[in-house]
């Protein structure tokens, strides 16, 4: 008997969202982390700015850290803007961010951010994957079971 799966997270306004991640990866697991961001971030991802389409995330000594996303600089934020491109502390309970090292450092798994969005009390957080590169046969499968799925409809719906 399958496990059961998991509650989805409670995504209220998706701010930036990496679509390409589930063709290029076989999702394992998942998990929220929380952003730990200047004001001026905040403000940026609030009015919709944002992108996570290169970033990775990467387990060090210190934590786990957001790399590479792109939150543009807040157009009213004066001397206190941030820098658009730093690294962000991702917030993760301790048993967690020690599954991820493990699997990280000794299953050869990536950390892929799925999407930014705000949570029901506001909050900024990150949809992080635990995920496996895959391979080009395995793209083009991922394609031919996609337009399947795609003529599967196209035919029930000139027949129904």
């Given at each position: 008997?399958?496990?059961?799966?998991?509650?989805?997270?409670?995504?209220?306004?998706?701010?930036?969202?990496?679509?390409?991640?589930?063709?290029?990866y076989?999702?394992?697991?998942?998990?929220?982390?929380?952003?730990?961001?200047?004001?001026?971030?905040?403000?940026?991802?609030?009015?919709?700015?944002?992108?996570?389409?290169?970033?990775y995330?990467?387990?060090?000594?210190?934590?786990?850290?957001?790399?590479?996303?792109?939150?543009?600089?807040?157009?009213?934020g004066?001397r206190?803007?941030?820098?658009?491109?730093?690294?962000?502390?991702?917030?993760?309970?301790?048993?967690?961010?020690?599954?991820?090292?493990?699997?990280?450092?000794?299953?050869?798994?990536?950390?892929?951010?799925?999407?930014?969005?705000?949570n029901?009390?506001?909050?900024?957080?990150?949809?992080?994957?635990?995920?496996?590169?895959?391979?080009?046969?395995?793209?083009?499968?991922?394609?031919?079971?996609?337009?399947?799925?795609?003529?599967?409809?196209?035919?029930?719906?000139?027949?129904?």
């Amino acid at each position: 008997m399958a496990r059961p799966r998991p509650a989805p997270f409670d995504k209220v306004k998706t701010v930036a969202e990496n679509r390409r991640a589930r063709f290029d990866y076989f999702i394992e697991q998942t998990y929220e982390a929380g952003l730990a961001l200047t004001g001026t971030e905040v403000k940026s991802l609030r009015f919709g700015e944002g992108s996570i389409a290169e970033a990775y995330a990467e387990v060090n000594d210190t934590g786990v850290w957001l790399i590479n996303a792109n939150i543009p600089e807040f157009s009213h934020g004066n001397r206190y803007n941030h820098e658009p491109k730093r690294p962000r502390k991702l917030l993760l309970h301790e048993r967690e961010i020690n599954k991820l090292h493990g699997a990280v450092a000794r299953e050869g798994m990536t950390l892929v951010p799925l999407s930014v969005y705000f949570n029901g009390r506001g909050r900024a957080k990150v949809e992080l994957a635990l995920a496996k590169g895959k391979k080009t046969h395995d793209k083009r499968d991922t394609i031919k079971e996609r337009d399947w799925k795609r003529e599967q409809g196209r035919l029930l719906r000139d027949r129904g």
